[in-house]
């Protein structure tokens, strides 16, 4: 067991699934020899070889694209896209190809590849490199999208990434790059897709959120002195809806936390869930506490846009109240 | 000597039976055995046949969009025949030729024309990737399919097919340039048949050839006449030996020409010359084939027709096998989203309304009958 970053324990995963499945093929821009902008694959290189850890041309449809190829012929690759800010010119290769392959193949052909992407704002970086555009990838059916909030899930989410029959996003949140520590164990453990971690129990309201804002709500409830349940969705799509909906026929309140804008924020999808599944138990709205309908500000600006713990609170205090 | 030279290049045009019939006998000779030259012939000709029947069974409504592909056989044929039989075939959606020579039952794609997914179901073995809608997209995956095969010390390698069209697109320009930078065994097939739906080529590209384009990547390139299957046999075995042998990718551009409307969908005479279509129709790949066969006292009158009877048997029966699949069930629409499906695409499937709640209707929590919500 070691202390790590959510960097360091998606490292770890990465060299040890690497270890055991050969047909594990890294690819993408300043991943080999330098280790990824934010050294996420550092020392891959030199422990695969180039021939494993892939600095590819400049050119974000060209790594999925060939990913894609890669899959199909029965690797298991592991491209990455620098920034979610350029996942644009890769969305035709994701959705009109990856996400559909099986479906229009009838499973002939598959595209088991993990796209790792780091997301979000709050580091101040430059522009197109602070989004959250998970909701986007969410409605295209075929794609499974996973989110890591802490070191102990990164790794054990990946290794069920990677080890999935079909194509994966993996939004690697970058303000919790380096964060904070967590102990992550060096044996092999999994973390089912589709499972919702419940961060901490209360009675008075459920909150749910996913990526680096559960630390932000982490931070909320401590603030409010309520009893709250926060629920770290982990996987957005397909998503732990029986978790979530326990929770709020229980508490009979809910509030959903995402950096992404609001409208068509996947947390218009919870709310309307819980609407469908959790109608009459409910005491208050549902009340959703996200980034505004806005393009992403530069950074001098970025934390009046990002989910910050006071105004989480407001919200909690208005749903109780209501 | 402030200015020199810096590079110098040509592109080679290559033809070996042209439009007239004369045949290179130095450039074809042991190119293609006379019994296989028939048997491309005769492919060529209940291809030709199926086309047709296509086209009239779109018409009378039996099947959806087809792109014909009269007048392009020569093309994807020749390249199938000089491909082994386990290299990939990524191609675009006028290949059917080179496709159905690798193996591809005709019934598969009628059936992709016919709005059902099953006609993509392309047994493995085959090596052949379904048609692929989006233009030169498909060019990725060749490159991906290639490197695969190179990764695993195999000597595979993938040959993938594109039209002038697709030399403008974004994925064209890094699929061959991933295949030059990482030594990809990937033959660039492009398909110049002049015309992308109603532009003409020269709005896709003004360099005079297309070829030049593979050049820029760093990799061989040629032109070739892509109605002489003789020149594109040559062109793509030159192609594949250097992939095989080398790992380096060719640029293959073959000269072509779309007899027909870009799909049942369009009509080309609101675009182009009626003289074009009539000179290129003289450049017809079957034609040359057909007298140098003759010539040769490999073919005659009776065995045109006995082809005639085949070709009229095979497309109907292929007809009769799509047309006579049994119906999709509902559930086909949910079971292939996912290896394995989720609760909500479950609760979909049962339910094949997206706006049921999943649950019974006045159902009530017990809070909710004690005074609560309402």
Redesign the interface.
């Known amino acids: 067991m070691a202390n790590l970053t959510l960097v360091q324990a998606i490292n770890l995963a990465l060299v040890q699934e690497m270890e055991r499945d050969d047909r594990i ?1 890294i690819l993408g821009e300043d991943v080999g020899v330098n280790g990824g902008v934010f050294r996420v694959t550092e020392g891959l290189h030199k422990r695969f070889g180039g ?1 494993r850890v ?1 600095d ?2 400049l ?1 974000e ?2 790594i ?12 298991r ?1 592991i491209p990455e896209i620098q920034f979610e800010g350029f996942l644009g ?1 890769a969305y ?2 994701l959705c ?2 990856a996400a559909r392959m ?9 595209v088991p590849m993990t796209v790792r992407v780091p997301v979000g704002g709050g580091i101040h970086a430059p522009e197109l490199h602070s989004d959250s555009p998970e909701a986007i990838y969410a409605h295209q ?2 794609i ?1 999208v996973v989110m890591p909030a802490s070191p102990y899930d990164a790794k054990g989410l990946l290794l069920s990434a990677i080890r ?3 194509p994966v996003i993996f939004f690697e949140p970058k303000r919790i790059y380096r964060a904070f520590r967590e102990e992550v164990p060096e044996d092999e453990y999994l973390i089912p897709l ?1 499972q919702a971690r419940t961060v901490c129990e209360g009675e008075e309201l459920t909150m749910v959120s996913w990526g680096a804002t559960v630390i932000q709500c982490m931070q909320a409830i401590e603030k409010s002195g309520r009893s709250i349940e926060l629920i770290d969705l982990r996987t957005i799509y ?1 998503f732990d ?2 978790t979530v909906a326990a929770s709020v ?1 229980k508490t ?1 309140r809910a509030v959903v936390v995402h950096e992404a804008p609001k409208t068509c924020g996947f947390g218009a999808e919870i709310a309307a869930r819980i609407m ?2 959790c ?5 208050a709205p549902v009340q959703r506490v996200t980034g505004f309908d806005t393009i992403m500000p530069y950074y001098k600006l970025e934390l009046e846009y990002l989910p910050e713990a006071d105004r989480i609170v407001m919200a909690v205090e208005e749903a109780l109240a209501y | 000597m402030p200015i020199r030279t810096a590079f110098k290049t040509e592109i080679e045009h290559v033809s070996i039976l042209d439009e007239h019939g004369q045949f290179d006998a130095k450039l074809g000779a042991g190119l293609i055995p006379d019994g296989d030259v028939v048997r491309l012939y005769e492919h060529m000709s209940i291809c030709r046949h199926l086309d047709e029947v296509a086209f009239k069974l779109q018409r009378s409504g039996r099947m959806g969009t087809y792109p014909q592909n009269m007048g392009q056989e020569a093309t994807s044929l020749g390249a199938a025949y000089a491909l082994d039989k386990t290299d990939w075939m990524v191609p675009c959606y006028r290949e059917n030729c080179g496709l159905f020579w690798r193996g591809l039952p005709m019934e598969y794609v009628l059936l992709h024309w016919m709005g059902d ?2 006609g ?5 073995e085959l090596f052949c ?2 048609l692929a809608i ?1 233009i030169g ?1 498909q ?11 190179k ?1 695993r010390g195999e000597k595979q390698i ?1 040959c993938t097919f594109f039209g002038d069209g697709a030399t403008s697109e ?2 064209f320009h ?2 061959m ?2 295949a030059a ?2 030594d990809l065994p990937v033959v660039f097939l492009c398909q110049n048949n002049s015309w992308a739906i109603s532009v003409p080529g020269k709005i896709q590209c003004s360099a005079p050839t297309i070829a030049q384009r593979g050049l820029a990547y760093g990799m061989h390139s040629v032109q070739c006449d892509g109605n002489d299957v003789f020149a594109m046999v040559k062109v793509v075995r030159d192609a594949a030996k250097r992939a095989r042998e080398e790992h380096r990718p060719s640029f293959i551009e073959a000269v072509t020409y779309r007899l027909g409307d870009h799909t049942t969908a369009d009509d080309a005479r609101r675009y182009r010359d009626q003289a074009e279509v009539e000179l290129w129709k003289t450049r017809d790949p079957l034609i040359r084939v057909r007298s140098f066969l003759k010539e040769r006292k490999l073919w005659n009158d009776s065995k045109e027709a006995e082809l005639r009877e085949r070709a009229e048997r095979e497309v109907s029966a292929a007809v009769q096998r799509a047309e006579g699949i049994e119906a999709p069930s509902s559930n ?1 629409v949910f079971d ?4 394995t499906l ?4 479950l609760t979909q499937r049962e339910t094949l309304r997206t706006n049921s ?3 019974e209707s006045g159902r ?2 017990s ?2 009958q004690s005074g ?2 309402h």
């Open positions: 093929v021939h892939v590819s041309p050119a449809s060209g999925i694209g060939t990913a894609i190829g890669l899959a199909m012929a029965g690797l690759p010119p035709d290769q009109s190809h099986r479906t229009r193949t009838r499973g002939a052909f598959t059916p075929g499974k999935d029959p079909d589709g397909p809806m029986e026929r009979g469908e599944e109608f009459l138990s409910l005491e | 997914e099953r993509n179901a392309i047994p493995r990737m379904p989006p997209t060019m990725l995956h060749a490159a991906g399919l290639a490197w695969a095969a990764y993938a974004g994925d890094e699929a340039n991933f930078n990482l086909d292939h989203t996912y290896a989720d609760p909500q695409l709640l999943g649950q009530r929590p809070h909710a609560g919500a």
